[in-house]
């Protein structure tokens, strides 16, 4: 457990990306444009089962909905809660959309020069463990995402920070045709530190509080 608390290293949930010796500069220098084809794909999927009230004259009054993400999170806790059960099925599907998804955003952090595939793992690898619903607190869920909060604070500056470095990156790449590993490691980092804060507060699948570490 002082291991796990340490470096998170044998957390349940867990997120590698392949270090590229060389990128493709042209690909680099293009890719806000590359990347719009497969992020309107995801936009699709994870915003699927919003709706808008419209009144007769045409105006739109209100949107809602938060997406098939929160779908799933709100059955997922509802279901811990009064059943102590987590359907595999929708695990699987949680977990290959969030692998989706750091496709897409590995690509667009420059992280990997491989098109997001919607299937293949590619250089990203995003692993989670099934849980025994029966051995997570079952009120907890309620809760998690507010536990967090010291983690969404730091994760939010981390998070421009991560920005910056990848705009240097960028120009790196451009010049170099590499990443440069300090940054690479970084940034893969606090990925890899929000991919535990969403296994605990979101996903549901430990009640183990995510460490502090970019490890």
Same mark, same amino acid.
């Given at each position: 457990?002082?291991?796990?608390? *340490?470096?998170?290293?044998?957390?349940?949930?867990?997120?590698?990306?392949?270090?590229?010796?060389?990128? %493709?500069?042209?690909? $680099?220098?293009?890719?806000?444009?590359?990347?719009?084809?497969?992020?309107?794909?995801?936009? =699709?999927? $994870?915003?699927? +089962?919003?709706?808008?009230?419209?009144?007769?004259?045409?105006?739109?009054?209100?949107?809602? +909905?938060?997406?098939?993400?929160?779908?799933?999170?709100?059955?997922?806790?509802?279901?811990?809660?009064?059943?102590?059960?987590?359907? &595999?099925?929708?695990?699987?599907?949680?977990?290959?959309?969030? &692998?989706?998804?750091?496709?897409?955003?590995?690509?667009?952090?420059? =992280?990997?020069?491989?098109?997001?595939?919607?299937?293949?793992?590619?250089?990203?690898?995003?692993?989670?463990?099934?849980?025994?619903?029966?051995?997570?607190? &079952?009120?907890?869920?309620?809760?998690?995402?507010?536990? *967090?909060?010291?983690?969404?604070?730091?994760?939010?500056?981390?998070?421009?920070?991560?920005?910056?470095?990848?705009? #240097?990156?960028?120009?790196?790449?451009?010049? $170099?045709?590499?990443?440069?590993?300090?940054?690479?490691?970084?940034?893969?980092? #606090?990925?890899?530190?929000?991919?535990?804060?969403?296994?605990?507060?979101?996903?549901?699948?430990? %009640?183990?509080?995510?460490?502090?570490?970019? &490890?």
């Amino acid at each position: 457990m002082g291991r796990q608390m *340490a470096d998170g290293s044998d957390y349940p949930a867990r997120l590698d990306i392949d270090y590229p010796a060389q990128m %493709d500069r042209l690909t $680099t220098f293009f890719r806000l444009i590359w990347v719009i084809p497969i992020a309107i794909v995801l936009g =699709l999927i $994870t915003n699927a +089962g919003g709706h808008s009230h419209v009144e007769q004259a045409g105006r739109t009054m209100e949107t809602t +909905g938060g997406g098939i993400t929160a779908g799933l999170f709100l059955a997922t806790v509802l279901m811990l809660v009064f059943r102590q059960r987590y359907p &595999r099925w929708w695990f699987d599907f949680a977990v290959e959309l969030a &692998r989706f998804s750091a496709r897409v955003g590995s690509y667009l952090l420059l =992280l990997t020069d491989k098109y997001p595939s919607t299937v293949e793992t590619q250089s990203v690898h995003l692993e989670v463990e099934y849980p025994d619903a029966e051995r997570l607190n &079952r009120w907890l869920p309620l809760v998690k995402w507010l536990l *967090a909060i010291p983690h969404y604070i730091v994760l939010a500056l981390l998070t421009i920070v991560v920005v910056l470095a990848t705009i #240097v990156a960028w120009f790196a790449i451009l010049f $170099t045709g590499s990443y440069p590993r300090g940054m690479f490691d970084f940034v893969v980092g #606090v990925g890899r530190w929000w991919t535990r804060v969403w296994a605990y507060a979101f996903l549901l699948v430990t %009640d183990t509080y995510p460490p502090f570490s970019l &490890r």
